[in-house]
């Protein structure tokens, strides 16, 4: 069973309401302090034993070896792929953002000898939906999962619709009130939590990619500013860091930015066919962090 609330204390005691100690958790870096989680953008599988050699017991992890494995808390967290820009029409609005999920259980929930496997959702092409990004299978207590970022389209209908449906699956970006406004730049693509949605390729609204991770000043990544700039990925060694949204095109023939990585949607094309690397998403990933709680 999982553990909600993992305060174990070295040597399998508890600390009673009487005792005057301090826990204090502890977040390993990875490498001998190159990264502080893990990240995974392909698809794959993955094992308990192969984390404690990641996070325990690997080349650069010596200051970690001591640790029993049975104080470490994991945090897994995966973001889908972004969705690709609309196409083909001069009234587009850009791809949606991948969404954010995540989930905390102790390194030991994981059974021995058993491969865990995990999917990594592609950035859709310009014009087509991201994939979706899964830890685990179906049934299992450890299993995270992110909805794919939708696809951009032609009209504000289906705009309003898509984002909806996303926050139902765990969008967490500002509500689709006042479509058509687009006045402040920037604001109903950004994301406070995650990865940037893609701009516009209507002349009557905002280009601009969305920033993502605007809730975290040392995470935050700006969107592409003008017609078909490419978004940025994330700030490698952040955690809250993710890709924003790429520009759209409002222009003949324009085409909209990528998405950064991960997560990031396209920016809006009114080109019929951009190229492979324009108004597409940016693709997911799957990060694990572990840390575990010591007395002092």
């Given amino acids: 069973m999982l553990n909600p609330s993992p305060f174990p204390v070295a040597g399998g005691s508890v600390l009673m309401p009487s005792t005057r100690a301090t826990l204090r958790p ?4 990875v490498g001998g302090t190159i990264f502080p989680f893990a990240e995974f953008i392909t698809s794959g599988t993955v094992s308990r034993e192969d984390l404690i050699e990641i996070f325990l017991i690997g080349p650069g992890q010596d200051a970690y070896a001591h640790i029993d494995p049975d104080q470490v808390r994991l945090t897994v967290r995966t973001c889908s792929g972004g969705g690709g820009g609309s196409v083909a029409t001069t009234t587009g609005y850009g791809g949606f953002p991948g969404i954010v999920a995540e989930r905390s259980f102790m390194l030991t929930d994981l059974p ?9 959702g592609a950035g859709g092409a310009a014009g087509t939906s991201g994939g979706d990004t899964t830890f685990g299978a179906p049934g299992d207590p450890w299993l995270v999962h992110s909805f794919r970022g939708y696809r951009g389209g032609p009209v504000d ?3 309003t619709s898509h984002w909806f449906l996303m ?4 969008h967490r970006m500002p509500d689709a009130v006042a479509v058509t406004s687009h006045t402040w730049e920037g604001s109903r693509s950004s994301n406070p939590f995650g990865p940037g949605k893609g701009g516009s390729a209507s002349s009557t609204k905002n280009l601009r990619g969305g920033h993502a991770s605007t809730m ?6 700006l969107g592409g500013e003008t017609s078909g700039t490419d978004g940025l990925d994330a700030i490698a060694r952040q955690w809250d860091s993710y890709g924003s949204g790429g ?3 409002p222009v003949t023939n324009g085409q909209g930015g990528r998405g950064g990585s991960p997560g990031g949607g396209g920016g809006a094309s009114r080109a019929a066919a951009p190229a492979w690397n324009k108004g597409n998403g940016g693709h997911g990933s799957i990060r694990i962090k572990a840390e575990y709680w010591e007395v002092f």
């Fill in 26 to 29: 502890i977040v390993f870096d």
């Fill in 216 to 221: 975290f000043p040392n995470a935050l990544v």
């Fill in 112 to 120: 021995a000898m058993t491969t865990i496997p995990f999917v990594v």
């Fill in 167 to 170: 926050s139902s699956s765990g």
């Fill in 247 to 249: 520009a759209g095109a």
């Fill in 157 to 159: 209908a289906d705009e």
